[in-house]
């Protein structure tokens, strides 16, 4: 059984231009067109996820109404989007984003002996970026890497079975 709703309607008129460039517009229209013309919406998420690549790591309101802009869609749809999931930022992020898987297999295997390390050594706490602005520590919500846990994602690369040696290691080889 399938179950499908009518798209939901626009509630603004923005200019669709003005802060998504045109090769962005055109990145996004190739994960639109993987849908039926009424379903565009359903290209928000990867949207969401290019805007806040091209900006620096974050998404600010004005980023997110022309997304919503773009997509035909109500601006308060994508805000739902954008503070559900933990993978985007609604707040500038250091050079780089750590995030620290806490689901059950990493919590066993060490993830919050992890943070807690790296919040006493290096003074930041999940949430926050460190003072130097080299990196942002975020707690994330399965990683999808149970079996080598526990797994830590710096910008878009896995580091598993990490200890905390190896949080160092990864911390002071970024730039």
Same mark, same amino acid.
């Given at each position: 059984?399938?179950?499908?709703?009518?798209?939901?309607?626009?509630?603004?008129?923005?200019?669709?231009?003005?802060?998504?460039?045109?090769?962005?517009?055109?990145?996004?229209?190739?994960?639109?067109?993987?849908?039926?013309?009424?379903?565009?919406?359903?290209?928000?998420?990867?949207?969401?996820?290019?805007?806040?690549?091209?900006?620096?790591?974050?998404?600010?309101?004005? $980023?997110?109404?022309?997304?919503? *802009?773009?997509?035909? /869609?109500?601006?308060?749809?994508?805000? !739902?989007?954008? @503070?559900?999931?933990?993978?985007?930022?609604?707040?500038?992020?250091?050079?780089?984003?750590?995030?620290?898987?806490?689901?059950?297999?990493?919590?066993?295997?060490?993830?919050?002996?992890?943070?807690?390390?790296?919040?006493?050594?290096?003074?930041?706490?999940?949430?926050?970026?460190?003072?130097?602005?080299?990196?942002?520590?975020?707690?994330?919500?399965? $990683?999808?890497?149970?079996?080598? *846990?526990?797994?830590? /994602?710096?910008?878009?690369?896995?580091? !598993?079975?990490? @200890?905390?040696?190896?949080?160092?290691?990864?911390?002071?080889?970024?730039?």
């Amino acid at each position: 059984m399938s179950f499908r709703t009518a798209p939901l309607a626009v509630v603004h008129d923005v200019d669709k231009s003005t802060l998504l460039t045109p090769e962005l517009r055109a990145e996004i229209d190739r994960h639109v067109g993987k849908y039926p013309p009424e379903w565009k919406q359903s290209a928000v998420m990867p949207a969401l996820t290019l805007v806040q690549e091209h900006n620096g790591g974050w998404l600010t309101q004005d $980023l997110m109404d022309q997304v919503a *802009a773009y997509l035909d /869609m109500p601006e308060v749809a994508v805000y !739902e989007v954008a @503070t559900f999931y933990a993978m985007y930022d609604l707040e500038p992020v250091g050079r780089h984003k750590i995030c620290v898987c806490n689901s059950i297999s990493c919590m066993l295997g060490g993830a919050e002996a992890l943070l807690e390390h790296v919040e006493a050594r290096h003074g930041v706490a999940p949430g926050e970026t460190s003072k130097d602005g080299k990196f942002t520590l975020k707690e994330f919500e399965c $990683l999808g890497a149970c079996r080598h *846990a526990p797994v830590v /994602m710096v910008d878009q690369e896995y580091h !598993e079975c990490v @200890t905390r040696d190896g949080i160092d290691k990864i911390i002071s080889k970024l730039d």
